[in-house]
């Protein structure tokens, strides 16, 4: 009776899972196949998709290598130590994940706009944020950050810190330990918090929309087809955007990521 149960409980979870993937899948396969592989080979021909997909890869490659430079010191700080404020600081790094999206495109024009704090102080230099690439990176910047600062510093935490110690002892610097110890144990989940940014950073529209309209990424440009001329002619970019999506899903899951065994202990 008990393995009834479970037998059970194991097919109503099973029906439950099948439920939630067929509501993930059948919207990215319908529009996949309803393009067609002559449809998507007819819009690469054209400079525009062409020339928007690829400011949206490189723009959000930028955004993910200046959060690697200063976001990872960061991760491994939260990691690794405790100081007034520290919870406080978590929750502003995590912020941008639960602020609307169009609300970020506003508050960052209000910051780095041409009439903002910053866009005023870097006018002179010839520097603007509004309808150029670095506007681009700078939103993309903003809204996906979290996801490198947040599993980078779940990755360090899980690096036993005896090894550090270790190293100290026997001459290392902190930094020193960090290169040799910590990063080659962490490296993995690190990468894999950056691609993650980066594929959140290419499906961005509602900051990149306000702050930095032109030139257009690949999300701006599928809403503008839309607009304009139909769901037939918003099709292949927004097809073009999904498989990127899913490769980049496809790489953290099958090799980045760590895969995780499963003890048979107790199992009959």
Aim: charged share 15%.
């Amino acid at each position: 009776m008990r393995g009834r149960r479970l037998s059970l409980f194991w097919a109503a979870c099973a029906v439950a899972g099948a439920l939630l993937v067929a509501f993930v899948v059948l919207p990215a396969a319908s529009m996949i196949a309803g393009a067609g592989a002559g449809f998507l080979g007819e819009a690469l021909r054209q400079g525009d998709i062409r020339r928007s997909l690829w400011l949206t890869v490189s723009a959000a490659l930028i955004a993910t290598a200046i959060a690697f430079v200063v976001g990872v010191p960061l991760a491994y700080l939260l990691a690794r130590r405790d100081f007034v404020g520290k919870r406080a600081i978590e929750g502003i790094i995590d912020l941008p994940i639960v602020f609307p999206h169009t609300a970020a495109g506003i508050a960052l024009l209000m910051v780095w706009g041409r009439d903002g704090i910053m866009g005023r102080l870097l006018a002179p230099f010839g520097i603007s944020f509004t309808e150029t690439v670095a506007g681009i990176v700078l939103a993309m910047l903003f809204v996906s950050l979290p996801f490198l600062v947040d599993t980078s510093r779940e990755t360090f935490a899980l690096v036993d810190e005896r090894y550090e110690h270790v190293a100290r002892t026997l001459g290392s610097s902190p930094g020193g330990a960090f290169l040799r110890v910590t990063f080659p144990q962490a490296w993995r989940g690190v990468l894999a918090g950056a691609v993650l940014m980066w594929g959140r950073g290419i499906s961005e529209f509602g900051a990149v929309v306000i702050l930095a309209y032109n030139p257009k990424v690949i999300s701006v440009l599928t809403f503008e087809l839309f607009e304009g001329f139909g769901l037939r002619a918003a099709q292949p970019p927004a097809v073009l955007i999904v498989i990127v999506a899913f490769v980049v899903f496809l790489v953290v899951r099958t090799v980045l990521l760590p895969r995780r065994g499963r003890s048979r202990k107790g199992s009959a």
